[in-house]
């Protein structure tokens, strides 16, 4: 909808419902916009610490802590505790997505789950798979419904915006 129509012919409280949507902010963007200009700012004053600061994150190199560098096994260790963290992230992950999606929530909860579970507790594929693909299939329902309730929305608009240009 044009923006000028609709302030000319909808009253202002019906207005905001013929906006477009919008993305949602992202603050986190605009503080890193306000470093890059606070930057760029010290920069052009001529401060060398900004500078250097500037050259440091272009060259991609980080601070080294005070205690020096860490050990090949620490390193080791960092990487193992790490990819445990992410790999129960992905099992909690699943398991919050069984709990959302109706037909495996009603699977679990009558027990009829694919349980092939090794001892570490990860699921198996196939019940990986299954989940996967009774998400595509939900995703694929609320994206239909969602294209009907847009296309709903907008002719909604079209005969409000009909009812309120006509001349009484």
Do not use: W
Request: proline letters at 5%; hydrophobic letters at 35%.
């Amino acid at each position: 909808m044009d923006p000028e129509t609709v302030k000319r012919y909808i009253p202002p409280k019906l207005q905001r419902y013929f906006l477009p949507c919008t993305t949602k902010e992202q603050p986190h963007l605009a503080l890193l916009r306000e470093r890059k200009a606070e930057l760029k700012r010290r920069v052009d004053a001529g401060d060398a610490a900004a500078l250097a600061e500037v050259h440091e994150i272009r060259a991609g190199k980080r601070r080294t802590n005070p205690n020096g560098l860490l050990s090949e096994q620490e390193k080791k260790a960092n990487h193992i505790a790490s990819e445990q963290k992410r790999r129960a992230n992905i099992r909690k992950g699943y398991d919050m997505l069984c709990d959302t999606l109706p037909a495996l929530r009603a699977r679990k909860l009558n027990g009829k789950m694919d349980d092939t579970s090794d001892p570490e507790g990860r699921a198996g594929v196939s019940s990986e798979l299954t989940v996967l693909d009774e998400a595509i299939e939900v995703l694929e329902q609320r994206l239909n419904e969602h294209r009907e309730l847009v296309a709903r929305k907008a002719e909604l608009q079209t005969r409000i915006l009909d009812a309120y240009s006509t001349p009484r």
